[in-house]
């Protein structure tokens, strides 16, 4: 097993006064897909949020990369090296294609070769390049937010729910994508409900509920082990599938 | 009995309670106190503006809505009495009419800026509000054929609240029971009952909800509650109480005009005794109401004094010119937003702990 | 790899520009022309609302987008304005003899000079509010609006401590007054030059908004300001930016407006300020577009309103207002947010 490249230690996060996070315990380790699961309002968008500066952990620690990231602010996080899609994409729907993703590339305009492997498996981005982002379907623009994470190599990529509410042909675009990029040993954390689509690309798994992980360990043991599927993410996940 | 009359929301501070009751006090019996016209005017003015600023920290403190058209509201009562008792007459009937007027407009304007501008944001409805209000004094004074303009209008009140009316010929205690008196007790038990019903609004389940939308009104519209109406609602009842005040001022003064209603600096003048006293806690405008009022009144004398003794020094006795009062409301009001929010009332009750 | 073709990707997106409320502009003008009846009227009427739309939307662009960017409304902008003019007498009295000179040389540098120092006091003083008047108070509306106003009303009460209780007349420069006479129409010089630095402003906003990373970066800040930061971007540096631009603009916009009013009051930035408050509703709150557009309109009706039936014509902007809010409810360009 490779190194871990982020931990996090008993992370606790309220919301308000809400008290949402309840002692996160998680490793996402470098090279790796880790996939976290749970139902709806286990606290899994508040995790990544956490991670990104977004909601301040009130108790806990963050390490990325051998730095302690628990009270960074956003920007510092995220010239760290993470970069995030967010459930609703956050595209700048104003903006077009092209504008989207030259904010994406800090270094100034997008690398040509990485555009041009990236309209690999998205062509649509290309073929809108001077839309407006606001004017695309909901597929491309959740295309358009992961191409906007990875214009530029990032040491780690979080991902929130990207098949959310998406045909099937689509899915199986970001598939390829996703393929792609562990095959260019990217590290994700790719935050899912549908088992299905991550069953065959994760390698380690997380599974939240109530604010807590509750189970960890290998993709492929969980995905052989029906038993445990059935107790931990419950009978809906065949619904998906 | 004083649970009831209180609605079970006592003051919960020994000095609090002590400066409430000696205020009531002093002006339930001010006539009897005071001989001066000046001392008079200042315990009415203070009368009315509790039922002013109560009734807009239903608003500000209860419901977390920021307004800028109170004083429109305020004028509207003025006017309608005002104006009615001018062209009709000085009848009972014609301040009746006057104010039933005044309140169907306050309640109409209300409700129309209130659903209007309340669903988006509430920093919409301040900008609306403002927005409003200053179109509205200006058409007030624009069209001075009917409101007189610039100018107000001066008006007879019926028969037995003018002072020259006589309730009784003997004087009690040496002071003459008069129709300045009779109106003066009008105001003073009007603002009484007034209070006491927003007292008990605020501690209804009614006065709840607008608490918990103002807590979080994401959570409040999550629970079930359509906050849209509740805020509009606050809207109306601030207005229609306000709309009764400016009718008492207009009784009081037997005049209505821009500057006395419809100002800007009354507006603020409102918002700084909310601050000051304590916003979320309806004593709070009864004690800054008080205060206020009288360091208007006095405070403003000293000011001209300084200034006058300070000519010499131009910019120091320009910063003490009386018409400089703004100003330093201003600078003491920013000063109580950042260091003092929960004004009067609260350093009051945290004395006790 | 081959890239598997999505089933949308066959319908090619429409490009989509909003044209209806720019159609409102010309429609209102041309309602109001048979009302007003005589052309010449007309014409300078609407020269006249033209002139004091651009005033208002270099007042109110500000605004706009700082609200835009960091829901922040600054309820004291109108004190820029009122700064923005009064430091500008501070070069113009003084150099009233350059200003009266017949050389449109003389006039301008004078003109230039108060209008560099009017931006740089209202732009520094900008810089000066945000911090110690808003930053204390950000994600606290409540508080934002009673502060702002506060700092509103202690800074017009500094005006009259330092320039007197008076208004102050400000004079034209020679060359800009009077007027050009165009067939039966009389069109005041002023109003030109108030038109032409009006679109000068617009363009060069446009320009900055649309083709530099910064003006991309406003624009998406304006959307989602969290995905910006997530992108690694401080929003808070080019919130101040705007700020202080926003503020600078507002001292420029009072320049112009106390030359068209030729008087200065204390009071003329809270009495404009309802009219930018109009602006930035009608426009809907952080759109740059939309608060062009509504200075346009809310000036022209002003105008035509005055003209018509002068005792309502701030009336009629809240008319203007509400219908334009029954039509949609969020302003004419509603921003998207999250
Ligand atoms: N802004 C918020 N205010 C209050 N509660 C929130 C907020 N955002 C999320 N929550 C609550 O936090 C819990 C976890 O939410 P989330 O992290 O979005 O779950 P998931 O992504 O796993 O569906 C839920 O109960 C949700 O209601
Ligand atoms: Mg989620």
Redesign the pocket.
């Not at chain 1, 749970?38 to 949020?49: P, V």
């Given at each position: 097993m490779s190194e871990a490249l982020l931990t996090l230690t008993g992370v606790h996060t309220h919301?308000?006064q809400?008290h949402?996070?309840q002692g996160v315990d998680l490793t996402v380790r470098r090279g790796e897909l880790t996939v976290l699961l749970?139902?709806?309002?286990?606290?899994?968008?508040?995790?990544?949020?956490t991670i990104m500066g977004l909601w301040k952990a009130s108790r806990g620690g963050l390490v990325f990369d051998g730095q302690d990231i628990t009270r960074a602010s956003t920007p510092d996080i995220a010239t760290a090296g993470i970069a995030y899609v967010p459930?609703n994409m956050g595209i700048f729907s104003d903006l077009t294609v092209r504008e989207n993703l030259l904010l994406a590339a800090r270094a100034g305009e997008p690398d040509a070769q990485r555009l041009e492997w990236i309209f690999g498996f998205f062509p649509a981005l290309k073929k809108f390049w001077n839309q407006a982002a606001g004017t695309l379907s909901g597929g491309q623009k959740q295309m358009l937010a992961i191409a906007r994470a990875i214009v530029e190599p990032r040491k780690l990529l979080l991902v929130?729910?990207p098949t959310k509410g998406l045909a099937p042909a689509i899915i199986q675009s970001l598939i390829t994508a996703f393929r792609e990029l562990k095959g260019m040993e990217t590290t994700i954390l790719l935050?899912e409900?549908n088992f299905g689509f991550v069953r065959s690309l994760g390698d380690s798994v997380a599974v939240?509920d109530d604010?807590r992980i509750v189970h960890k360990g290998r993709m492929a043991e969980l995905a052989e082990d029906r038993d445990l599927q059935q107790s931990l993410l419950g009978l809906s996940l065949d619904a998906h599938q | 009995m004083l649970h009831r009359l209180l609605s079970g929301d006592f003051p919960r501070s020994l000095w609090l309670s002590g400066a409430l009751a000696l205020l009531v006090l002093v002006l339930a019996l001010a006539p009897f106190l005071f001989t001066g016209a000046r001392a008079m005017n200042v315990a009415a003015t203070i009368c009315v503006f509790i039922v002013l600023v109560a009734s807009y920290d239903l608003l500000l403190g209860y419901t977390g809505i920021v307004s800028f058209a109170h004083t429109m509201f305020y004028g509207i009562g003025a006017y309608g009495v005002g104006l009615a008792l001018y062209s009709i007459g000085p009848t009972w009937g014609a301040m009746a009419l006057g104010l039933g007027i005044a309140l169907l407009l306050s309640l109409a304007l209300a409700l129309v800026i209130g659903l209007f501008s309340l669903r988006v944001k509430a920093i919409f409805y301040a900008m609306i509000t403002l927005a409003v209000a200053s179109a509205f004094a200006i058409l007030a004074s624009q069209l001075s054929d009917f409101t007189g303009g610039e100018d107000g209008r001066t008006f007879s009140v019926p028969e037995m609240l003018r002072p020259g009316f006589r309730l009784i010929e003997a004087e009690v205690f040496g002071t003459a029971i008069n129709g300045k008196l009779i109106t003066y007790y009008l105001l003073f038990f009007g603002a009484l009952a007034i209070f006491l019903f927003l007292l008990r609004v605020v501690n209804s389940p009614f006065g709840r909800v607008l608490q918990a939308i103002r807590e979080n009104d994401?959570?409040a519209e999550a629970l079930g509650y359509r906050t849209v109406v509740y805020r509009t609602l606050a809207n109306c009842l601030a207005a229609a109480t306000a709309t009764l005040a400016g009718a008492l001022m207009a009784l009081w003064l037997r005049y209505a005009g821009p500057q006395t209603t419809l100002s800007f600096t009354i507006m603020m003048d409102i918002l700084l005794i909310v601050v000051i006293g304590g916003m979320g806690t309806l004593y709070g405008a009864m004690i800054g109401s008080a205060l206020f009022i009288l360091a208007q009144n006095y405070l403003q004398a000293l000011m001209k004094q300084a200034s006058d003794a300070l000519t010499a020094v131009p910019v120091l006795a320009n910063l003490l010119h009386p018409d400089r009062w703004l100003l330093w409301l201003g600078v003491f009001f920013v000063l109580s937003v950042y260091f003092f929010p929960t004004g009067i009332v609260g350093k009051l009750r945290a004395l006790k702990r | 790899m081959t890239p598997i073709a999505t089933p949308t990707d066959a319908e090619l997106p429409k490009l989509k520009l909003d044209w209806a409320p720019l159609l409102v502009l010309p429609a209102l003008a041309l309602a109001a022309l048979p009302l007003i009846g005589s052309a010449p009227t007309w014409v300078t009427l609407t020269i006249a609302g033209l002139a004091m739309g651009m005033m208002i939307f270099i007042m109110a662009s500000g605004l706009t987008l700082v609200f835009g960017l960091m829901d922040v409304l600054n309820f004291g902008h109108g004190a820029f304005v009122t700064v923005g003019a009064f430091t500008a007498t501070l070069v113009l009295l003084p150099m009233q003899g350059w200003m009266q000179a017949d050389s449109v040389l003389m006039n301008l540098t004078a003109l230039s000079l108060a209008v560099a120092l009017a931006m740089g006091v209202t732009g520094l003083l900008g810089w000066a509010f945000e911090r110690v008047i808003i930053m204390p108070v950000y994600g606290q509306h409540l508080k934002q609006i009673l502060i702002t106003m506060g700092g509103m009303i202690v800074a017009e009460q500094m005006i009259h401590v330092v320039w007197g209780p008076d208004q102050i007349p400000l004079p034209l420069p020679a060359s800009f007054r009077g007027a050009i006479i165009f067939g039966d129409a009389a069109i005041e010089k002023y109003r030109l030059i108030a038109v032409a630095v009006g679109l000068i402003v617009f363009v060069a906003m446009f320009l900055v908004l649309n083709r530099t990373k910064v003006g991309l970066l406003i624009r998406a800040g304006v959307e989602n300001g969290e995905m910006v930061e997530a992108l690694g971007y401080r929003i808070r540096r080019l919130f101040v930016g705007v700020f202080i631009a926003g503020s600078a603009l507002a001292g420029l916009g009072g320049v112009l407006w106390g030359l068209y009013k030729e008087m200065l009051t204390a009071a003329m930035g809270s009495e404009i300020m309802v009219l930018v408050f109009i602006v930035i509703i009608i426009g809907g709150l952080g759109s740059v577009g939309g608060c062009f557009i509504g200075a346009l309109l809310v000036a022209l009706v002003a105008n035509y309103a005055g003209f018509l039936v002068p005792k309502i014509a701030l009336a009629s902007n809240i008319l203007l207002m509400v219908a334009i809010l029954l039509w949609r409810p969020q302003g004419l360009y509603p921003v998207a947010k999250r």
């Open positions: 919301i308000g809400y949402i996070l749970g139902r709806n309002g286990a606290g899994k968008t508040t995790t990544l949020r459930e929130d729910e935050v409900q939240m604010g | 994401f959570r | -």
